[in-house]
């Protein structure tokens, strides 16, 4: 063999070889950046989930403890109570409340709504009608601050999914082969 050749040949294995390396290197990095990015997305989605689960479960249990004295007291409570929190969270819950756990919050919200509807028809000393009416409110909201709160106990931590490694490697690798750039996928 001539002595060209077998240099060309050389240098032409040596690029081959370089180009594979820099290319699995490459990969490997996309692969450990796709990871990083789907746990750092998984722990911004639990930490929106838990603080919308804590403000709600405080707005229920705030309307809880306004409808019990209430109830005791029997004089009406002197303006209605917020629903910023589900106002502002119920988009962010919906997702991911199991069904009954939603069920049990829109009627309590249902039941909130009523209550507030309440307050500037009720006069100050409540009739035993309006009480009932309240009993019942009462049982309402705190049914869906409890099932929230037994909820948001069962919300545990995702841990890294083995499964989801071969689905993001063989994604890399696809944008790889096909020359696409790396765009951050939203959830």
Known sequence: MDAKIATALLGL????IGGAITAGANYILAVRKERA????????HQAEIRKALRL???????????????????????QPLSQRAWDTYAPVLAPDLPIKCWDAVMKAYY???????????AITQLSSEVA???????????AGAEALTEY?????????DPAKRGRAGLRTL????????????KS
């Open 37 to 44: 990015d789907e746990k750092k997305d998984t722990r911004t």
């Open 56 to 78: 709600v479960i405080r707005e229920l249990t705030v309307a809880v403890a306004h409808v019990q004295r209430t109830i005791e007291t029997k004089v009406w409570f002197d």
């Open 13 to 16: 294995a040596g690029v081959l």
């Open 152 to 160: 948001e106990s069962d919300v545990a931590v995702v841990r890294d």
């Open 111 to 121: 039941y909130f709504d009523t209550l507030n509807r309440l307050a500037p028809t």
């Open 132 to 142: 009932g009416m309240l009993i019942t409110i009462h049982e309402h909201i705190k």
């Open 174 to 185: 696809l944008r790889l082969l096909t020359m696409r750039p790396f765009t951050t996928r």
